[in-house]
């Protein structure tokens, strides 16, 4: 049997399987990135991530695919490839248009 990435009984387990945890994770995220003054840019562009709630869920899918996975499952799941595949089907590709029109201040 190949070893689990993230060993059974460790805390990142935990979180990564209890819903109520994840979204508070993702809450608190939420509210840091509005009271980040560096992104308000993406507000007055217009620039916001399309479908946010669908890269939510998208993202601790990714996320519990490798913390709930073998090593070779899990490195697999890691490839770059596959993060910006995931980023392209839910809106713009990843890191697109990032520092492109930003407003000057």
């Not at 490195?75 to 596959?82: M, P, R």
Request: overall charge positive; glycine content about 6%.
């Amino acid at each position: 049997m190949n070893q689990l990435f993230v060993h059974k009984d460790s805390i990142v387990r935990k979180i990564w399987g209890r819903s109520d945890m994840v979204l508070l994770i993702f809450a608190g995220a939420s509210a840091e990135f509005a009271l980040n003054k560096a992104v308000d840019w993406l507000y007055f562009t217009g620039r916001l991530p399309a479908d946010p709630i669908g890269r939510l869920f998208s993202t601790v899918r990714y996320a519990q695919e490798i913390v709930f996975a073998e090593n070779d499952a899990a490195f697999a799941a890691i490839d770059a490839g596959q993060l910006c595949r995931l980023y392209q089907v839910r809106g713009r590709p990843l890191g697109a248009d990032y520092h492109r029109q930003r407003p000057v201040r």
